[in-house]
């Protein structure tokens, strides 16, 4: 957490309803990996976190901040943070926010989305880019249904936004996730938005 004081104890009220809270009162790289940790964005304003360092943090970070610039949201999210929020989100998001991500998923502006996976592939494509290594299980696996689900995976929709577009439960949506993973050897939204990015002729290529 951070000095900001009160989004310290907003956020520790509301999480210690559902999760185990722990407080740091400064920023140390912990001796235990927590599930998530919550910190505010003043420490990298303040030179106290290089952005460079987040990808050597253990575990998941959330970043918080106000009003925090969105370029530095989509560069912490690149270097490997579970996500950026507002500190004066609602409680109901908060709750929200922190139960995405522990499933595995990022936490960031919808519209920013883009941005970060343009950023990544970028990343990937730089030179020396050794030959890329054949997928044990290709896109063309998926069902006609799966394939819809990746599509609008790609536009940073939701999981609730998919059921309703595509006229199913969330549920459904979560074990086509689910599925999808498995069959392409991804962990989460994100890697799999970054190996869609790549592939998009072929999702697209059964409506020409």
């Not at 560069?75 to 998001?93: F, L, Q």
């Not at 926010?97 to 592939?121: F, Y």
């Not at 072929?202 to 409506?207: H, P, R, V, Y």
Request: net charge neutral; with cysteine; glycine share 4%.
């Amino acid at each position: 957490m951070s000095p900001r004081t009160d989004a310290l104890e907003k956020w520790q009220q509301v999480l210690a309803l559902d999760y185990t809270v722990a407080t740091l009162s400064d920023f140390t790289v912990p001796d235990q990996t927590y599930p998530l940790t919550v910190l505010d964005a003043d420490f990298i304003d303040q030179g106290k976190m290089q952005i460079s360092a987040i990808k050597h943090y253990p575990g998941k970070l959330l970043i918080i901040g106000h009003n925090w610039p969105e370029n530095l949201q989509v560069k912490v999210v690149v270097a490997g943070a579970a996500g950026y929020c507002e500190c004066s989100i609602s409680n109901s998001v908060i709750l929200k926010a922190v139960e995405s991500i522990l499933q595995g998923d990022i936490w960031v502006q919808r519209h920013l989305v883009p941005q970060v996976i343009g950023t990544l592939v970028k990343i990937t494509r730089m030179p020396p880019v050794p030959p890329p290594k054949p997928m044990p299980v290709g896109l063309d696996s998926l069902s006609a249904r799966e394939r819809d689900v990746v599509r609008l995976i790609l536009q940073g929709i939701s999981n609730k936004i998919i059921a309703a577009e595509l006229f199913i439960s969330e549920r459904t949506v979560k074990a086509h996730l689910t599925s999808i993973f498995k069959k392409l050897h991804v962990p989460d939204r994100l890697h799999l938005a970054i190996l869609l990015k790549e592939s998009e002729s072929l999702l697209t290529k059964d409506q020409s």
